[in-house]
């Protein structure tokens, strides 16, 4: 699976649009950015994942760049209970043994208020 | 979606004795889970793969005598935690995906041996 590098922390304020950003300059052709998150002593949440179009759902956008070798995962208007750990998450979308995910140490994001 | 229940989500234990730690797949069966564990401001660490019907495939490093998993039903996979130590005390997290979903997983259980 293809590297990722996050910046380990990022701050935002309650209300305005979090940016969170990905590089993954390695991936390949066939694999997917997956988007998790972990709130404090939970497990880890799904948030959104795409190949190569922007994909947007009810809790965040994705974009991806026209190369591929970057993403930016947008909160359109963060709240306090956005505050967790964000991994950014690179494979090939796959079924049974192959299907973990092996997670770096992602952007800790801090909503303030 | 799909629902992944972990239970207990959390446990105190004895040093010495065994806490065995349930995963199940509420709507879906899922013939693979994953069992992680995360150490405190650490990134999750995959354990095992746990398989349905057969044995499970451990991680590098990870004891397979001390970490026992049972997968035996689609919607059930169980870890064991043996002869627990201090030193085992962890946040344990498991995962499952149904079909070509993402990957989803439970709300993690957390460990602590006294």
């Known amino acids: 699976d293809a590297k990722t590098t996050q910046p380990p922390s990022m701050d935002c304020a309650e209300g305005r649009a979090a940016n969170l950003p990905c590089n993954h300059s390695t991936i390949s052709g066939n694999e997917y950015v997956y988007w998790y998150r972990q709130i404090h002593s939970q497990g880890p949440q799904y948030i959104i994942h795409?190949?190569?179009n922007n994909e947007t759902n009810e809790m965040a956008s994705l974009i991806i760049t026209e190369d591929r070798k970057s993403s930016t995962l947008i909160l359109p208007h963060a709240t306090l209970r956005d505050t967790a750990v964000y991994y950014c998450i690179v494979r090939v979308a796959t079924t049974g043994t192959a299907s973990k995910l092996t997670f770096g140490t992602g952007t800790r994001l801090q909503v303030t208020l | 979606g799909a629902v992944v229940s972990q239970h207990p989500s959390r446990v105190i234990c004895k040093s010495g004795t065994s806490v065995k730690i349930e995963c199940r797949s509420l709507?879906?069966?899922?013939?693979?889970m994953f069992w992680y564990r995360q150490f405190p401001k650490q990134s999750l660490m995959l354990m095992a793969t746990?398989?349905?019907?057969?044995?499970?495939?451990?991680e590098q490093g990870v004891e397979k005598d001390k970490f026992l998993i049972n997968h035996a039903s689609l919607t059930l996979s169980t870890l064991t935690v043996t002869s627990a130590h201090p030193e085992d005390s962890s946040f344990y997290i498991c995962?499952?995906?149904?079909?070509?979903?993402?990957?989803?997983f439970g709300n993690g259980t957390r460990l602590t041996v006294t």
């Open positions: 795409g190949l190569k």
């Open positions: 709507d879906f069966q899922a013939t693979t």
């Open positions: 995962s499952a995906k149904q079909g070509n979903s993402p990957l989803h």
């Open positions: 746990s398989n349905e019907g057969s044995k499970a495939t451990y």
